[in-house]
DNA sequence: AGCGAGTGCTTGGTATACCAAGCATGCCCA
DNA sequence: TGGGCATGCTTGGTATACCAAGCACTCGCT
């Protein structure tokens, strides 16, 4: 039923984000109370994590554990619920304040993309 | 670590939902994709449903994948209070976004603040 | 009554999520 | 050179999520 390769992206996804927060196996697995062996195994797509564990693993990470869950294609929807649907309310915002130069909105957005993990 | 009880409310909510939409426990678990006794196990507390089952069985009942895992207690409330009126849109925008952890959320207005001074 | 089809539940078993202990390698400092 | 100490990985085992088969019951029908 899981696609496998949202499993092996979403360990891959989250091995990224462990060492962008510069934290080793351990740490993390302490954190988000998994053993450390684990969570290597759920880095590299060998088990299919259950959804606590994942909340656990987020929690450690500080990211949201539903951009987890929508890596692990467990959410079907991207929440857009108001406004625009094309473009994130952020990137919006950055797009129409005034006291922002161009390369500014650039630099910003670019960061913006980058935290989402693109 | 899951609370014990939030697992038996899904369960009954579950059930509630199940009962509202006027089906057995067989339709819903064909559709979803799990045995019948097992769903039923499900509903009266007994096992924790993985997430990939949360959100089969979500989708048999026709009610988002999120609504269930806030049930299960999976995704803490994110509670958005709307508008604060004296904070720049780009700010709010970067608070309430789902998508971002809360030291990405920092960072970026930590940026943005940053562009404003100079 | 008797049966057929519906309901939810119990039970034995299998697959797999998850862990404790330990291995192998690399880095640092005496 | 060699002993701590950190890293990620392997392995054997236990707990539990999950299923197939079947039980006990109820409700219509004839």
């Known amino acids: 039923m899981g696609d496998e390769k949202s499993w092996k992206a979403l360990g891959e996804f989250i091995r990224t984000q462990r060492r962008l927060a510069d934290m080793s196996l351990r740490q993390v697995a302490q954190v988000a109370k998994v053993s450390n062996p684990y969570l290597s195994q759920i880095e590299r797509g ?7 564990i994942l909340k656990g ?7 949201s554990a539903e951009t987890l869950f929508a890596r692990a294609g467990l959410l079907e929807e991207e929440s857009t619920p108001p406004s625009k649907k094309g473009q994130p309310m952020v990137e919006q915002a950055i797009r129409t304040d005034p006291k922002l130069s161009p390369d500014q909105k650039k630099a910003l957005i670019g960061v913006y993309r980058g935290f989402l993990g693109n």
């Open 46 to 52: 060998i088990y299919k994590p259950s959804a606590d």
């Open 57 to 63: 693993i987020a929690g450690a990470l500080q990211i």
